[in-house]
């Protein structure tokens, strides 16, 4: 059985965040792509400022697993995911619920990333 293209795309991002992969982002997102980490905040528009904020995101030690199962409905995909930043020096973890909606060639058009400070926790 072949796996669907969609959730291939959500375990490279996975794997890419974990491996801090900034070529592997850069081909997952296409060029005119938005990122919204957390909703509410200003989104992050185009892939240059989107591979910069992962940069930065790197340079925190970030860390991330599937935390569940994807869910695909349409051009959408969305899934739980478990973030570490900055672990073994006082570490953040963050459960998020992250929304990819894809493009017709299963490249991420936009992500949405669903969490608040209640997601947050320290061990």
Same mark, same amino acid.
Not at 3 to 16: G, M, R, S, T
Not at 53 to 80: I, N
């Given at each position: 059985? $072949?796996?669907?293209?969609?959730? =291939?795309? !959500? #375990? ?11 070529? /592997? *982002?850069? $081909?997952?997102?296409?060029?005119? =792509?938005? !990122? #919204? ?11 240059? /400022? *989107? ?73």
């Amino acid at each position: 059985m $072949t796996k669907n293209p969609k959730i =291939a795309v !959500v #375990e490279q991002y996975i794997k890419a965040l974990s491996n801090h992969d900034t070529v /592997a *982002i850069d $081909t997952l997102f296409t060029d005119n =792509a938005t !990122v #919204e980490d957390p909703v509410g905040s200003e989104p992050i528009s185009g892939k240059a /400022a *989107i591979l910069r904020y992962f940069e930065v995101a790197f340079s925190s030690g970030v860390s991330a697993r599937l935390d569940g199962a994807v869910r695909l409905a349409g051009a959408h995909g969305l899934f739980p995911v478990v973030i570490e930043l900055n672990p073994g020096n006082g570490e953040v973890r963050i459960e998020i619920i992250i929304q990819f909606t894809f493009d017709s060639h299963n490249k991420i058009m936009a992500m949405k990333a669903f969490w608040s400070e209640a997601n947050m926790t320290t061990p």
